[in-house]
């Protein structure tokens, strides 16, 4: 039986080791001082660069909070001298996109790099019957070819040829290099390109069917965050949840580039109905354009057919809804993003954990 003395000791060592915990659990700013990963979901019609852009608004708004001081402090070059924090993104998205970007900032952006190489979860919304010079619903329209003998289970065929490693040819309009120029600087100034598109190897870790016309299948909840044709006026807008208007998004006075047309002679696609509409969820290896798979399943169909929306819902453990994703109109919210921070770079310190136990 333990004497009062020894049970005073146990309790005492109980209280501190509790306190210890207790400790750990609240954020430390400190240990972040806005330096790490996090996500940010990005609205359509808006672009990554312009993500980046916003953010560096928000710490030149800032610059006197404690967090933003100590990032500079820590940084220390020039950039930083002149009160800009150093921030990247791992990985573009289309202005058309939607969805996941992960963002560094301070020390963060040394990571990037690996985040650029990960593989990524998309959910796509396909068009067949129609194909467009973009590949998306953005371009000119180019063909359109019959879709009566396409049904759910040929597409859901389709889509297991197109698993494991395939051979993609990117888009024309890509932001790809030929020569020391853009592809899609080519297309617009309507210039020949100098040779043909190399063909390059992508994984295709999953690709499953979500959603088909007639499909009494519960819609997947994901399919909510899908609207960039209902916010745009494009055709064959869905009855699916719209996401958060662009217009919006920035409400402390930011302005947000346009995007337009990447098609400097557009030619509307028809607005009518026509067409098979569906959605897929895409697991793909760094480098997949989700555009031309579209395209390529369409033509294993027998028809053509284009991309009218997509989701990026992960990347690198980043994922939609969260502790390390934000909306943009949070990413105001220096707190926010440092605790957003915080969770990403648990999720680093997991992924690395993981990468250092060598396989059996």
Not at 61 to 76: A, C, M, Q, S
Not at 152 to 169: C, H, M, P, R, Y
Not at 184 to 192: F, H, L, V
Request: glycine share 8%.
């Amino acid at each position: 039986m333990l004497d009062s003395g020894s049970l005073i000791h146990m309790a005492a060592l109980k209280a501190t080791q509790c306190a210890a915990h207790a400790t750990s659990l609240v954020p430390s700013h400190t240990h972040s001082a806005l330096s790490g990963l996090f996500a940010v979901n990005k609205p359509a019609n808006v672009t990554s660069t312009t993500i980046l852009d916003y953010l560096q608004r928000v710490c030149k708004r800032n610059k006197e909070h404690p967090l933003v001081k100590r990032v500079l402090e820590l940084d220390g070059s020039k950039r930083a001298r002149r009160g800009l924090v150093k921030i990247g993104h791992g990985g573009t998205l289309d202005p058309l996109a939607r969805g996941i970007v992960v963002v560094g900032m301070g020390s963060g952006c040394k990571k990037l790099h690996n985040m650029s190489a990960s593989s990524k979860v998309y959910i796509a919304e396909a068009r067949l019957g129609f194909s467009s010079t973009t590949l998306d619903c953005t371009g000119s329209l180019v063909d359109q070819a019959p879709t009566d003998h396409i049904t759910k289970d040929s597409v859901i065929q389709a889509l297991k040829a197109f698993k494991g490693e395939i051979n993609q040819t990117p888009p024309l309009y890509s932001a790809l290099s030929m020569d020391g120029k853009r592809l899609y600087d080519y297309a617009r100034e309507g210039i020949p390109l100098p040779r043909e598109i190399p063909t390059r190897k992508v994984q295709i870790y999953s690709l499953d069917l979500l959603s088909y016309p007639d499909d009494n299948t519960a819609p997947d909840p994901s399919l909510k965050h899908l609207g960039f044709r209902a916010e745009n006026g494009l055709p064959g807008a869905s009855s699916t949840e719209s996401a958060q208007s662009t217009a919006t998004v920035f409400d402390d006075g930011f302005k947000s580039k346009p995007t337009s047309s990447t098609d400097p002679n557009h030619i509307a696609i028809p607005s009518s109905p026509q067409g098979i509409y569906f959605h897929i969820r895409v697991h793909c290896s760094s480098g997949t354009y989700i555009r031309t798979l579209i395209a390529d399943i369409a033509s294993h169909l027998g028809t053509v057919g284009h991309m009218t929306d997509l989701l990026r819902v992960e990347q690198s453990g980043f994922k939609l809804g969260g502790e390390s994703t934000l909306e943009v109109g949070d990413c105001k919210d220096i707190e926010q993003v440092d605790r957003a921070i915080q969770a990403g770079n648990r999720i680093w310190e997991i992924r690395e954990q993981k990468e250092a136990i060598p396989a059996a």
